[in-house]
């Protein structure tokens, strides 16, 4: 696999990665997102409503939390989980955890790391989660790794030291055992800086993991809440800058749009798309505009409709969503709100996707207040359209030098 | 309206259907409805998409099944949305987008079945809306009304619902009554160029009241009090006129609960054999696959159930043997499609061990997986059971199908086994 960037500026990498996959013909552009998953399929979605959204990314996310309990399965399988979950042609990247759901801290060992499953904890030896691998067949996946340092509030330089220490320990134990696995030799290890927010620490993980022969880097830990941002995003910055220019560079639990600009300017080239997910499951439509060149009433009826919900829409709201208990943002609407009930417009005025070509907002206002399946089955379509769309207008403003403006209109929406 | 002169004028309804073939043993019927959104074959399963939505599943997915006609309940959509929104959203198929058929049932069931304080009298079902407690009088003109609104292409009379496990007096009343209420009904239509109304055939298990509701359908004229202005005098006295009454097709309603299946398929067959031939026999709340082939072979021609897709978002998966528990641990390393011969995406993408993976994790794929396939499963089933009738091969095919799914025929339950006998279709 080869990264080819057509273009760097301000920090931010435009590119392709070439050569991918089994056959080694396929081609991921950077900066981009991977397809979220849960259990190998996208929420709410089967093959025939995924195939209705249109620039759904070449690879997805697979997350070993939900499947390091089907490992016999897949073992006995023998042909890989791309073809098992009925994505044969689909790019993989395993994931340790899921982004949504946090695991619990304290049971990173010296030996061992752990992910909780449907059926409880599965506890990983260097051995155990190499074996889960070759049963998986995944392109890409990342190394077993200590991303605990970053879990609690303010990590010790301790704790911090140990995460690094730990991970290049899995990660030199994972790249002998890969050289001696016949099923693993065309996938390609992703190698994990940690090291809390301890810069130090940082700078140490990124070089001794950048002298490993790995495929790419993921940056770990870097999520969190907004007091915290400024440091964190100095910390990436300079995390960044330790690493090969010519390695792709992932990000995990960083989803939101503006988070991912602010990534994206420090070198960051392939996210997680968890968000729109989250949107979804609080009964929510990604409105916001990312159409920096546009005729300006147009965007601000594509928001919401008028002038004045512009205001209201900076306003932060507290929703009980299932298992994910985040606030709403502003980039998004309350389907579930009573002024939808006889609005007989598209989520987003211009949208191409299937349920915004298909239905209105007061179908799908119904179908919440009526607890219906369907429900979850259109926003996610919709929402993964609109995220998707989103990231390929970054790639054009990158391309065109506009990235000031879409940025721009990203910050004036951010509440 | 008829011309004053007249004693009697003739009101007939549309002939919606079509007979294509009819087997030379028993009663079984294939044939085509036309309807105001298109065509549809018979004998045919209708999925229920009871609150404007097939449950998970798109409408684009829906149409790719092959579904030309299926479900909407105006009990549901009564309360929510309401008519006036739905008629606002250019009826159910625009508010629901739609393309194809649609049938509503008339909220009776409902009434009875799902809430508890509802009162019965004359005028309608009185009820408490479970959503905000607000007092509501559903009355077979009501019916009518939001019936109006959605818009439906066959559209269900307002009908007094009974138990099939209730006997005595308050059998003969519901029965008597639906009578009245059909023909309130029928006065209350505003649309019947558009929406086609069903009546529905009463009785319970009592064979003579049954027989009785037959004959008030089937007499030559019915008496319906009408006003005709052109002879009103000064005293306003109504003028009474006969009008034949006529309705497009008939439901064989108030069975599909808690009886035997004994006493069911005896009352399926008497009416069958009461109905006019050439008018569509609709059986409610009938869906298992062994009640379809059976009563395709009595006579009947439409089918609504729940059943395929409640059981689906339940981890089940129907098949020509019966059905598969894909949660259980059997199927954790069965790398089968759930039936191989099934041509509907999921059993062409996959694997059982793959469902029973996703159906005990959080995500709602599962379900809609397992939806496509029940509702596949269904329509193939019809599909082939309309292609025997229509190749004179339906008693071969009733001797496979019961083979397939018993093991051997003679293992058939006895009530099918009678019911076929007597429409002279033997097992062994």
Known sequence: MKLSLTKVVNGCRLGKIKNLGKTGDRTMDVPGCLLYTKTGSAPHLTPHTLHNIHKVPAMAQLTLSSLAEHHEVLAEYKEGVGKFIGMPESLLYCSLHDPVSPCPAGYVTNKSVSVWGVGGRVEMTVSKFMAIQQALQPDWFQCLSDGEASCAEATSIKRARKSVDRSLLFLDNCLRLQEESEALQRSTIIGVIEGGDVMEERLRSARETAKRPVGGFLLDGFQGDPMTLETRLHLLSSVTA?????????????????????????????????????????????????????????????????????????????????????????????????????????????????????????????????????????????????????????????????????????????? | MAAAASPSSMESAPRIMRLV??????????????????????????????????????????????????????????????????????????????????????????????????????????????????????????????????????????????????????VEEAMFRSIRWLDRCIAAHRRPDQQNLFAIIQGGLDAHLRATCLEAWLAKWCHVRTRDPRQQTPGHREAEQMTKRDVPGFAIGGLSGGESKNQFWRMVALSTARLPRDKPRYLMGVGYATDLVVCVALGCDMFDCVFPTRTARFGSALVPTGNLQLKKKQYEKDFRPIDPECACPTCQTHSRAFLHALLHSDN????????????????????????????????????????????????????????????GITLA
């Open chain 2, 21 to 170: 073939a009819e087997c030379s043993r028993s009663r079984a019927r294939a044939g085509e409805l036309r309807l105001p959104h298109g065509p549809v074959a018979t004998p045919v399963f209708m999925p229920v998409g009871t609150q404007a939505t097939m449950k998970g599943i798109t409408a684009e997915q829906l149409d790719a099944l092959g579904c030309r006609i299926c479900l909407g309940n105006t009990y549901h959509l009564g309360l929510r949305p309401g008519p006036e929104l739905i008629q606002k959203a250019h009826g159910l198929h625009g508010f629901m987008n739609w393309p194809h058929n649609l049938l509503t049932d008339s909220g009776g069931f409902q009434m009875v079945s799902l809430v508890s304080l509802s009162e019965v009298t004359e005028e309608g079902v009185r009820f408490r809306s479970p959503y905000d407690g607000e007092e509501t009088l559903l009355s077979p003109e009501r019916s009518v009304e939001i019936q109006n609104a959605l818009g439906s292409d066959i559209i269900m009379q307002l009908d007094d619902v009974v138990s099939s496990t209730v006997t005595g007096p308050r």
């Open chain 2, 364 to 423: 709602t794929a599962a379900l809609h997986h397992l939806t496509v396939h029940n509702i596949a499963y269904q329509l193939q089933l019809m599909s082939a059971v309309r292609a025997s009738i229509v190749e004179k091969r339906f008693p071969d095919f009733v001797r496979h199908f019961m083979g397939t799914m018993y093991g051997d025929p003679t293992l058939c339950p006895t009530w099918a086994t009678e019911a076929l006998a007597s429409v």
């Open chain 1, 242 to 415: 330790e690493l090969p220019e010519d390695k792709p560079r992932l990000i995990c639990s960083v989803s939101r749009p503006d988070e991912v600009l602010e990534c994206i300017e420090r070198g960051v080239d392939l996210f997680e798309s968890f968000f729109p997910y989250q949107v979804t499951e609080r009964g929510c439509a990604l409105t916001f505009s990312f159409d920096y060149q546009p005729n300006p009433e147009e965007t601000l009826l594509q928001q919401n409709g008028t002038q004045e919900e512009i205001k209201y829409v900076h306003q932060t709201k507290k929703i009980k969503t299932t298992g994910c208990n985040q606030e709403m943002t502003s980039f998004e609407i309350n389907l579930k709100e009573k002024k939808y009930q006889g609005d007989f417009e598209p989520l987003v005025r211009g949208c191409s996707c299937y349920c915004c070509q298909n239905h209105t907002r007061a179908y799908i206002h119904h179908l919440l207040v009526t607890n219906e399946l369907l429900a979850g089955v259109l926003l996610m379509m919709h929402n993964f359209e609109h995220y998707f769309g989103f990231f390929h207008s970054i790639r054009e403003a990158l391309k065109n030098d506009r990235l000031a403006q879409l940025k721009e209109l990203i910050r004036r929406q951010a509440s």
